[in-house]
């Protein structure tokens, strides 16, 4: 439903290249910039899955569908860390 809403305001699907990871990028000849919809339910999702995500909690989440993380808040918030 949104690929097709996309495409008829002028959005046009850009090709995919090989590591790309799991976004179906879209572009519009009047705006820069790109659109990625990452949709968890596509096939092979995993698969193709290179992403990070950090939570607003600071947790660094190796997997969108995992309950585990790891707390990168410590080593943010350490003086060691200042340079």
């Known amino acids: 439903v949104v690929k097709e809403k996309l495409l008829a305001r002028g959005w046009r699907l850009l090709p995919r290249e090989e590591g790309a990871g799991p976004a179906v990028e879209y572009a519009h000849p009047d705006y820069q910039g790109t659109i990625g919809i990452i ?23 190796l997997c ?11 080593l943010l918030q350490d003086d060691n860390q200042i340079d």
């Open 39 to 61: 949709a968890p339910y596509a096939k092979d999702f995993c698969a193709s899955c290179n992403r990070l995500r950090v939570s607003a909690t600071g947790q660094l989440h």
């Open 64 to 74: 969108l569908f995992g309950t585990g993380g790891y707390d990168l808040r410590p």
